[in-house]
């Protein structure tokens, strides 16, 4: 494995305890509060994060073919996992934190970005400041414009005539109005999460609004399927 592959892997295992960490945290009466994922409360993403960790390859085929898509059967497998004690689940999440998992078209970059926009997902609702370092953000932002990216992170065209710039890290890219802010906010918002944009500045600010009105709320199956 390459030095940069042998980064991403620890950066999502540390993830992966910070997510664990989170979850410990909130009160059970919590765990229904919508996440920034449309449809999904607190259970069901975590019910997704530790979904690749415990359901096979083979499983998650057959559960496609008979749900019609793999989206659809990643929300169905996501929702049954999330119904366990969550302590079994943040168990699941330190135990097998280092493991790297089959993620088709995304590898473990779209495992690592899953966790980094997914652990603030579920922080932002409930008010958490848990967050990952700024390196990781800076690393997000690198892979977001990627081709990869593009099958399911981010909406299709969104990133399309702006140009984009992190106030934190050295970040810039594209060309056009300018969307500027923190790395963080910066990430949620090129992965479609619209309750960011008040937090961003610059001319393209408008037309970005619009995008993501225009796409809707983000959701797996339409915006963020990574390693489902």
Do not use: K
């Amino acid at each position: 494995m390459s030095t940069v592959g042998e980064s991403v892997a620890a950066r999502t295992a540390s993830n992966r305890v910070r997510i664990a960490e989170l979850y410990d945290e909130i009160p059970a009466d919590r765990l229904g509060t919508a996440s920034l994922c449309a449809g999904w409360d607190l259970r069901t993403l975590l019910g997704h994060l530790v979904m690749p960790l415990v359901i096979p390859p083979a499983r998650l085929v057959g559960s496609a073919v008979r749900h019609g898509s793999v989206h659809r059967a990643s929300a169905a497998l996501a929702a049954e996992l999330g119904r366990r004690p969550v302590s079994e689940l943040t168990a699941v999440l330190r135990e097998r934190a280092a493991r790297t998992v089959w993620a088709p078209g995304v590898g473990p970059m779209g495992q690592f970005v899953d966790g980094c926009v997914h652990l603030r997902d579920a922080a932002r609702p409930l008010g958490a400041d848990v967050d990952v370092p700024p390196h990781d953000w800076a690393l997000v932002l690198s892979w977001l414009p990627t081709r990869a990216a593009g099958l399911g992170h981010v909406p299709r065209g969104l990133l399309t005539g702006l140009s984009w710039h992190a106030s934190d890290v050295d970040f810039r890219h594209g060309s056009g109005p300018e969307v500027c802010g923190p790395a963080e906010v910066l990430a949620l918002a090129m992965t479609g999460r619209a309750v960011v944009v008040p937090e961003l500045t610059g001319s393209g600010v408008a037309e970005l609004r619009g995008r993501l009105t225009a796409a809707g709320a983000p959701g797996h199956g339409r915006v963020d399927p990574a390693g489902d």
